[in-house]
């Protein structure tokens, strides 16, 4: 028996994987259908995925060429399926001439004509594009608006004060404008995506909550961090019960501000520490120890008293059963790491931990120490934007900040704002 195997992410099945299919399987007696997962194409800079693996297998599954089916997950693994399986030939699409040319050490290699006026890409483009606006300036802003470009179905559309023109609208305006700023955009039928703090209080939240659900709109919270691969792995791998029981959630995040200290006149347009790294530093300490600390006390240096501006703030949470600190500066600096301390080991994250592509998991006896490595692309600006255009194309809300996260956020902003901390 003959056996062929081929690879692909059949995203939105098309005549074109069809007919690749077609000619695949009579190449022998019996074909293996590789899919890729989201992890493995996101690695390999495919983010534009449509469909989900499921629906991407189902899809082959219903063409009734393949005989079996598997998930293509890592770099290498062709040769482990070829040798698992017994392949005897691997085939593919023509687009990939002489890129799988070292599998011949293991089989017969068959590139077939890629069918030409056809593409996943090109299905996915004649979708009209989500045209999204941006309100704010600054380094942020513009990150944002280049990483667009890697988002199919996306496009970056200037706007006015009145937003006319966009269905949607990305907003980095200063702090204490965002409120103002997300407010006005729902209340003219715009989804919104709005760098994080969005509100200075709880009852802001959810006005705009309110507000975003009686329009029926989108209205996200951006805290890149969210979206980096690594990050949501750790997630994973800290709740997973790898390191025991969660004691203790230590995150760390600054940025010198340049002449911050020397000139402080410009410091009303700059985002104080809490403002520019709370959020982010919080983001662990919520979604892995819940949102419902039983106490909050927040440390702050507080530089200009009138601006309640602040230049190193440390926030301690206690919890049931562990607890946490955020620290955060735009006024001093300290390694930017994330720890989580375990019962039985601890997860380790260097600096700069809110946007690293790596995590060690570590023990007693490094012998068990494993490290972790994941791609980043645009500092997961990017798949932030796809969930984003995702959310609105779905109608689901956001899977990767949940509500109570943004509500937990809101409250210490709160308590920032009333002044409730200790000064040092
Ligand atoms: N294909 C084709 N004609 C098209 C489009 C795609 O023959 N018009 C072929 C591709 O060459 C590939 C298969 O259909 O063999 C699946 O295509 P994709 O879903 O685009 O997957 P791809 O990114 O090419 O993945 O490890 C993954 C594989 O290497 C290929």
Redesign the pocket.
Known sequence: MVKVI??????LL????I???ER?KVLGDYLIV?I?SED??KS?G?INNQQSLMERIAGVKATGLADEIIV?EYEGQ?IDDIRRYGADIF??????EG??DYLNDYCKVVY?????????SDIRAEKRKLALGTIGAGIICDKFIREMNYVNGVQHVECGHDLEGVDAVYIATHPSKRYDDVYRALSKGKHVICESPIALSLEQFETLKNLANQKGLVFEEAIKTAYANAYSRLLVVAKSGRIGDIISVDATCTSLAGRLGEDSSDLEIRQNSICAWGPTAMLPIFQLLGVKPKSTTIMTKIIDEKLNYDGYTKIDFVFDKAVASARMAKAAKAEGELIITGTKGYIYVPAPWWKTDYFEVRFEDAVDNKRYFYQLDGEGIRYEIVAFSKAIESGRGNVYIEEKISRAIAKVMEQFDKKDYVRI
């Open positions: 081929t690879y692909g992410t059949f995203d098309h005549y074109g994987h007919r690749l299919l695949a590789g890729t493995y194409d390999r495919k293509e062709k085939t593919v699409g023509s687009d990939w890129k799988f077939l004509p890629r069918t030409e006026g056809i593409s996943s």
